[in-house]
């Protein structure tokens, strides 16, 4: 893949430009700041006044709501959630938006599947960091940056690149290094990870350990720290140093038996559940159902939100996390 640092990115590519930052939430408050920092000019767009509206004002930045915002803009970022911007750009960016502007996403999901189709006369693009807002802008402020991802799917200026690079930099995300690929790579790669490894996987696995533990009648004290509390644990080690330096650190016994027991977990049978996991997102499936379920005021959502909230594992969490609470 092509990686790209500091040498490659021009801030001056963004003299003179406004940029409106849409949304100020996760992924809009960690960018604004940061913009803001590197001598950007930033408009934070929000509806009046939510949350958003006074965090923003409290940060120090300049407010409008979403048409008045984007009215100006030379860069419109769509940092709001992907279920609720095709509403927003239909309603407020579409018909606000300057010819020759560029329209940016930190996800791929709403172009992927066509649920923004955006004119010709504007550049499409992407910056995604990989990293939840907050680390981005704890990053930022230690002096470096979050690697990050960008991805050109409509060059109308001939300056869709640069602007992505130079939004990359105003991150700090050049620092670290910013590789390029495409709006639909990234929007199946990054489906892909949250729902069948960090979120969907993650959760079945603990839920499946725990409730194997607690139905061979362990406390679910013991399950909790066991099969919970230790992921983290685990997964710091992963993330510094990859499976090796995580092996090394275990005891050799945990070694040998995670080596020897681990394809009982995943097994051929959960290969294909990732496979058509994988198939849903590429056919349209997960799209429409995820689409469908927003669209019946996320019924569906809530219902499975509800039901993971009454898992004994969850009321179990709830204690042992208060034991970690310092007292003084
Ligand atoms: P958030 O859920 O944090 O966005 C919240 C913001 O959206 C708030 O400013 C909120 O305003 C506004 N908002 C929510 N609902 C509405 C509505 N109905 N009408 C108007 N404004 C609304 O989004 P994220 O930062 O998580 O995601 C933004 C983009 O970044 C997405 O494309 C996501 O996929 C991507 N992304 C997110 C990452 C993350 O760390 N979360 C990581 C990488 C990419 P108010 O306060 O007024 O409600
Ligand atoms: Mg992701």
Redesign the pocket.
């Known amino acids: 893949m092509q990686l790209y640092h500091d040498k490659d990115a021009d801030l001056k590519v963004l003299d003179g430009k406004k940029v409106a930052v849409l949304?100020?939430?996760?992924?809009?408050r960690a960018q604004a700041l940061c913009f803001h920092d590197s001598g950007i000019d930033v408009t934070v767009g929000?509806?009046k006044d939510?949350?958003?509206?006074n965090k923003a004002k409290e940060d120090g930045l300049k407010v409008q709501e979403f048409a008045d915002a984007v009215k100006d803009a030379d860069v419109v970022m769509?940092?709001?959630?992907?279920e609720?911007?095709p509403d927003?750009y239909k309603d407020y960016v579409l018909p606000n938006l300057k010819k020759g502007a560029a329209l940016e996403?930190?996800?791929g999901?709403s172009i992927t599947y066509k649920l923004i189709t955006p004119p010709e006369d504007i550049d499409v693009i992407m910056m995604?960091?990989k990293?939840?807002?907050d680390k981005e802008r704890d990053e930022f402020v230690a002096g470096f940056g979050v690697p990050a991802l960008i991805c050109i799917h409509q060059d109308y200026t001939g300056n869709a690149k640069n602007i992505a690079l130079a939004l990359a930099k105003g991150l700090g995300s050049t620092r670290a290094g910013v590789f390029e690929t495409t709006f639909d790579n990234e929007t199946y790669t990054d489906l892909f990870g949250e729902q069948s490894v960090l979120c969907g996987g993650m959760t079945a696995m603990i839920k499946a350990g725990f409730e194997t533990l607690v139905k061979n009648g362990y406390p679910p004290e013991m399950a909790y720290f066991e099969v919970l509390h230790e992921t983290k644990l685990i997964d710091d080690l992963i993330y510094a140093g990859g499976f090796e330096l995580m092996w090394n650190v275990v005891s050799n016994t945990a070694e040998y038996g995670g080596l020897t027991r681990r394809d009982r977990v995943i097994t051929d049978e959960s290969k294909k559940g990732m496979q058509s996991i994988l198939d849903d997102i590429h056919d349209g499936t997960f799209k429409n159902q995820w689409r469908a379920d927003f669209e019946n005021g996320l019924k569906g959502l809530r219902e499975m939100e509800e039901a993971d909230r009454n898992l004994q594992l969850e009321h179990t969490g709830k204690e042992i996390r208060k034991l970690f609470e310092r007292k003084n």
């Not at 939510?50 to 509206?53: D, F, H, L, Q, Y």
């Not at 769509?78 to 992907?82: F, R, S």
Request: hydrophobic residues 40%; charged residues 10%; proline residues 10%.
């Open positions: 949304g100020y939430g996760a992924q809009g929000v509806r939510g949350k958003s509206w769509m940092l709001l959630p992907d609720i911007q927003i996403f930190a996800h999901f995604a960091p990293s939840p807002g």
